[in-house]
């Protein structure tokens, strides 16, 4: 029986995994734009924020002048080490570096 923390699980996998999609040029299904954009936003960031949080996580975001952003998940608690983390991601844009760290923590806990 699937409790609804592995269904919401999925969903979330799922939609990380649509924000690596490419397509040729004009060929992108609608729905995998509206993804895109939607997780592509601060609004995103906050929903993968929340549903990492579900799975057991917290976020630490920080940006570092112009040079980019790091998102690290965190196994949740009081007190986070560099040992504990189990996703990190440097890039760009924080939309991206949270993608990247929320697929890497929920790859590194081996429930995907």
Partial sequence: MTTADDQGRKRLVMALACTRLEFPRDQEPVA??????????????????????????????????????????????????????????????PWRSVQVAAREALRADGRT
């Fill in 32 to 93: 995998v734009t509206f993804l895109k954009r939607w997780l592509g936003s601060w609004g995103g960031i906050g929903r993968v924020a929340v549903g990492m949080a579900r799975q057991g996580y917290d976020l630490q975001l920080a940006r570092y002048a112009d040079e980019g952003w790091r998102a690290t998940f965190y196994v949740s608690g009081k007190e986070h080490s560099a040992p504990r983390y189990v996703g990190s991601a440097w890039e760009p844009t």
